[in-house]
């Protein structure tokens, strides 16, 4: 399957731990995207890299979410400190070149802080 | 601030129907319009992408049109089958690049034998 991939696909935390998330895009992508989305809203989004350069953070990525693409391939996302309103699919796309181009999404990372 | 609104939010009809789910948006500059289905506990899967100067565009039993000038779209689903149920969202880009996605809250499908 040359599709985006994500692990975990489902993780349980306390209230309070951290956890990292990890996204492989589909090679040759050089763009990659992380949204949030919760029950019946649709993605939000949280942050993009073009390469290993992170782009633009939404104001939603708090001081808490860091996210990297160290080698320009796959990336991570950690949440420090989780808190329940964490909770939540995370959602990872990616594309090729710029402009008009088909994001392609991942089957998500699916977070519930106790 | 740019919003993308659908209707109506949840849909049951019976298999082998039609239905046309609506999308209105205030996003601005536009770029492009794009639904996609997502099923539950997956990522959306892309059905169909469209331009300013687009007015139709279709994917197999999936006709989605805009009106650029309304701010208006449709995706109108023809003999729908069981495996159509998901969730239909709309997402404008309002930037030739597609890093700013403006994203529908979505419209529930569930299909009935």
């Known amino acids: 399957d040359t599709g985006v991939s994500q692990d975990p696909r489902h993780k349980i935390t306390k209230r309070g731990q951290n956890v990292t998330f990890r996204c492989d895009p589909i090679?040759?992508?050089?763009?990659l995207y992380w949204y949030r989305q919760t029950l019946g809203q649709g993605p939000e989004f949280l942050t993009y890299f073009q390469n290993e350069a992170q782009l633009e953070k939404s104001r939603l990525l708090s001081d808490r979410f860091s996210a990297e693409r160290p080698k320009g391939s796959f990336s991570t996302l950690e949440i420090q400190r989780t808190e329940q309103g964490d909770s939540a699919m995370y959602l990872c796309?990616?594309?090729?070149?710029?402009?008009?181009?088909?994001?392609?999404f991942g089957p998500g990372t699916r977070l519930t802080v106790l | 601030k740019n919003q993308v609104e659908q209707s109506p939010q949840s849909l049951i009809i019976l298999e082998g129907k039609n239905c046309t789910l609506q999308c209105n948006y205030t996003v601005s500059p536009f770029s492009n319009l794009r639904w996609y289905k997502q099923d539950t506990g997956r990522g959306p899967v892309s059905l169909t992408i469209?331009?300013?100067?687009?007015n139709t565009k279709s994917n197999g039993r999936y006709t989605a049109t805009l009106d650029a000038d309304t701010k208006q779209s449709s995706l109108h689903i023809t003999a729908s089958q069981l495996s159509d149920s998901a969730s239909y969202i709309c997402?404008?880009?309002?930037?030739?690049?597609?890093?700013?996605?403006?994203f529908g809250t979505g419209t529930r499908l569930t299909i009935i034998p």
């Open positions: 469209m331009t300013f100067s687009e």
């Open positions: 090679s040759e992508h050089n763009r």
């Open positions: 997402v404008v880009s309002s930037d030739f690049g597609n890093e700013k996605l403006t």
């Open positions: 796309a990616s594309s090729y070149g710029q402009g008009y181009n088909e994001q392609f």
